[in-house]
């Protein structure tokens, strides 16, 4: 089935942050939108998916394979079933296990108030690759830029750039000794960096944590950071400060700031 305008959308776990901004978009497009949250409301729940183009959970990591579960059982092989999880591999492992439908997993990598950057969503196959296809083309017609990737290939780059992120962030916190007064000693890219962190330890550390136990790539992101502590530790600042511009090499190569 062709997403289009006038395709009837489910969402589960509407009521979330990234949830309601989907709908909200579905909206304006002109797609009919029923939303579902916790808990489900499983009398409405069957005739819903049924009639739907594409379900789409909005829905916990940790939520994922009772939602699933709950779901399967009412769609038809012509309705896309999608979630946004921020890991890939095992989301899809649990819609693949528990249907024989179409399946495509997506993660939003933008937050739900984003306005003034590219919108990129990675998409990642599942079953049938027109599913994928037509759920891409729908993400475009919404304004965002979707981009195909493996789970796979997606889960490493997120051990990094979302859990290699909280636990160095979270251990040099920790390192750092605040019950001796550091903070007189403050200065302003030390402050911009306790900033930076503020939302990610006080608000955000539950849903980190969860992502980074369900990655599988997180511990071998881990070890690698600790060889290079290693370095560090045996005063060859130098030979890392050299590798690290790898970054800005690549952006100039590619003739600009990094996509």
Excluded at 238 to 248: H, I, R, Y
Aim: aromatic letters at 8%; glycine letters at 6%.
């Amino acid at each position: 089935m062709s997403l289009s305008p006038a395709s009837a959308i489910v969402v589960i776990g509407a009521k979330g942050q990234m949830g309601a901004r989907f709908v909200r978009s579905f909206r304006e497009a002109g797609n009919p939108v029923t939303e579902f949250d916790h808990p489900l409301d499983l009398a409405r729940l069957p005739g819903a998916v049924r009639g739907a183009a594409l379900v789409l959970l909005c829905v916990p990591i940790t939520a994922m394979k009772d939602v699933v579960a709950l779901v399967a059982p009412h769609l038809t092989q012509t309705t896309i079933l999608a979630d946004i999880c921020s890991v890939k591999v095992q989301p899809l492992r649990d819609m693949l296990s528990q249907t024989t439908t179409p399946v495509v997993g997506t993660h939003p990598l933008f937050g739900p108030e984003t306005l003034d950057v590219e919108l990129r969503i990675a998409v990642t196959p599942g079953r049938d690759q027109e599913a994928t296809d037509n759920l891409s083309s729908c993400f475009r017609d919404l304004g965002f830029s979707p981009f195909t990737t493996t789970a796979d290939e997606h889960d490493k780059a997120m051990a990094y750039i979302q859990g290699l992120n909280f636990v160095t962030t979270v251990a040099y916190l920790c390192a750092s000794p605040l019950e001796n007064g550091i903070e007189r000693f403050f200065t302003p890219s030390f402050g911009r960096r306790v900033e930076a962190a503020t939302k990610m330890i006080t608000q955000d550390a539950p849903l980190f944590s969860t992502m980074f136990e369900a990655n599988p790539h997180s511990l071998e992101a881990v070890r690698a950071f600790r060889s290079y502590l290693n370095v560090a530790a045996g005063g060859d600042l130098e030979l890392l400060s050299q590798k690290a511009l790898w970054w800005w090499r690549k952006q100039h190569d590619a003739g600009g700031p990094a996509s």
